[in-house]
């Protein structure tokens, strides 16, 4: 397994690993450890299907499952589709509400950071990707951390704060009434730290609400200040995404983003899996500083 790194704050490009292949016990152990390190990695070239990306994911811990179907209807399923690809001939445009709805991944967040157990890593698999547009823009909540001041770190480090995913994807489009009812806001720490290395970071992202005991104007403040500071251009790297690319990242600290591409006339298939976290935020250790 050969790694090269993809920006100075974070990511790595792993090569010599075929995903497909066996996944034994040391392997799945190195790349935890390399989600620990890098937080994003990148594994191109993966002749990958939906059978062996569910076993990368059971690999990695438990599945999650959709939050979408599962709120709607009820429906378990565990390999979502990220773009506008029906079948091999069949595409939704730009005015369709599926692709509404998904304009919502345009904003900066961590996935399922909305629910009591948000994600440990997210698992995206690229088949067919746009001429133009289509990236996928990652940040690090770690690195912006140890940019802060000391007295803005003490400002956080105890902070809770409520992530709702009605708040943030309302912005892009109606939230079915059904799935609004199953994900109600959810309280997390503002200020995590890796289990493995101790690394701290803060967890907001465009689903982070409001800070708890805060007043709204004084919460919106100091989130959109740290969004704002984690992603700032010269900290994101962009995925230019080619058909066979495998991305993983670490949704525990790290932000991502669509740019957008146009629907009308391109097709954009991407299989989506997630890792269920290890436990509520909540239950986490508190991160104190003079322990690392």
């Known amino acids: 397994?050969?790694?090269?790194?993809l920006h100075d704050d974070f990511g790595a490009r792993v090569l010599d690993l075929d995903l497909t292949g066996t996944l034994t016990p040391e392997l799945i152990e190195a790349v935890h450890a390399a989600v620990d390190e890098y937080s994003v990695l990148l594994f191109p070239g993966q002749n990958m299907n939906d059978d062996a990306q569910m076993l990368v994911t059971q690999a990695l811990g438990e599945p999650e499952e959709g939050h979408v179907a599962f709120g709607r209807t009820g429906e378990i399923a565990y390999v979502g589709t990220v773009g506008n690809v029906i079948d091999a001939h069949t595409k939704r445009g730009e005015d369709d509400?599926?692709?509404i709805s998904l304009k919502g991944n345009n904003l900066w967040h961590s996935d399922s950071s909305f629910r009591r157990v948000p994600s440990y890593v997210s698992i995206l698999h690229a088949y067919e990707v746009p001429d133009e547009g289509g990236q996928t823009e990652f940040a690090s909540q770690r690195a912006a951390y140890g940019r802060l001041t000391l007295d803005k770190q003490a400002e956080i480090d105890g902070l809770h704060v409520l992530h709702d995913y009605v708040f943030s994807r309302s912005k892009a489009a109606p939230v079915d009434d059904n799935h609004a009812a199953s994900l109600p806001p959810i309280e997390q720490r503002l200020v995590r730290a890796n289990p493995r290395n101790g690394r701290p970071n803060y967890y907001v992202g465009s689903h982070a609400r409001?800070?708890?005991?805060?007043t709204g104007i004084d919460s919106r403040?100091?989130?959109?200040?740290?969004?704002?500071?984690?992603?700032?251009?010269?900290?994101v790297w962009a995925q230019q995404w080619r058909p066979g690319d495998t991305v993983?990242?670490?949704?525990?600290?790290i932000l991502h983003r669509g740019t957008g591409y146009d629907a009308d006339r391109y097709r954009r298939y991407l299989r989506?899996?997630?890792?269920?976290g290890a436990g509520p935020t909540l239950d986490e250790e508190p991160f104190h500083r003079n322990a690392v």
């Open 210 to 214: 409001s800070i708890i005991g805060w």
């Open 248 to 253: 993983m990242w670490d949704n525990r600290c």
């Open 221 to 235: 403040r100091l989130i959109d200040e740290l969004n704002e500071f984690a992603t700032l251009p010269e900290h």
């Open 97 to 99: 509400p599926h692709t």
């Open 272 to 276: 989506q899996t997630r890792v269920r």
């Open 1 to 5: 397994m050969k790694i090269e790194p």
